[in-house]
């Protein structure tokens, strides 16, 4: 009876081990993301890069992709924009220096240089980490869902209309979906695998910005303003805006 006594409370005592180490993993799995830190990353980084995707209002109300640039920010005021044509293939190449006001573009097909006049700062005084930063400090504790993101699966926040994407193994920032004259895009936004087509006239419905990377290393030749060996230099025209009479 002693013997048989010592093997139950044996066996409860296991049970109760193995209870105790599911109920730790349970607790573990569920424990919450602290995403003040991953805000505070993106804020100390100081480079970026991202796949630029603007969707536009096609043919049947159909969400078409307008253009794709691949963008990377060497700082704030410094940053370079590689776009690409409809086969995938880079098309052009921008390179802007808002501190040493200079901005060189280059046409990869007609292998032509242009020295553009000063550039004006589109990101802002905050830069786009600060500016990506600032959706998270205003996001919701919980998320709304998840989406497919081509490498896997992000968890969603919305900051009203907008969507911040984080991977949900690693938890940082993958992407962001911006509406602009569609309040619903970031809904109805689907497919993230469309080529890239010829920027046309249309209803602009928003942008995303994928393939989050912040704290990148870049090569040092990367954002170098040369003109390369056989391209002409082309000089720059202002538009030219006709003036119309009063009647």
């Given at each position: ?5 010592f093997?139950?409370?044996?066996f ?34 100081t ?8 969707f ?5 109300d ?7 640039d ?33 901005q ?12 553009l ?20 400090k ?5 998320a709304?869902?998840?989406?497919a ?6 968890d ?36 993230l695998s ?30 170098e ?5 056989g ?5 720059w025209?202002?538009?030219?805006i ?6």
């Open positions: 009876m002693a013997v048989y006594r093997f139950c409370a044996t409860l005592l296991m049970v109760s081990l193995l209870l105790d180490v599911s109920y730790a993993q349970e607790d573990e799995g569920k424990k919450d993301v602290d995403y003040t830190k991953i805000r505070q990353a993106i804020e100390d980084a480079t970026l890069k991202y796949t630029l995707m603007s536009q209002e096609g043919d049947d159909a969400m078409d992709v307008g253009f794709v691949r963008v990377e920010h060497q700082a704030p005021n410094f940053w370079r924009h590689t776009a690409l044509d409809d086969s995938g293939k880079v098309k052009s190449i921008h390179i802007v220096d808002t501190t040493g006001k200079k060189l573009y280059l046409d990869m097909k007609s292998k032509t240089a242009t020295w006049p000063h550039p004006i700062h589109v990101y802002g005084d905050i830069g786009m980490l600060d500016w990506m930063a600032s959706f998270i205003k996001m919701p504790k919980n709304t869902g998840q989406r993101t081509g490498d896997g699966k992000a969603v926040f919305k900051v009203k209309t907008v969507e911040l994407w984080f991977d949900a193994e690693t938890k940082s920032l993958v992407g962001l979906s911006l509406p602009e004259k569609d309040p619903e895009f970031s809904t109805e936004l689907s497919d469309k080529a890239p087509t010829t920027p046309r006239p249309g209803k602009s419905l928003g942008r995303v910005y994928k393939d989050i990377e912040y704290g990148v290393e870049f090569d040092e030749d990367r954002f303003m040369n003109v390369p060996e391209f002409d230099v082309m000089e025209k202002p538009p030219v006709e003036s119309r009479s009063k009647t």
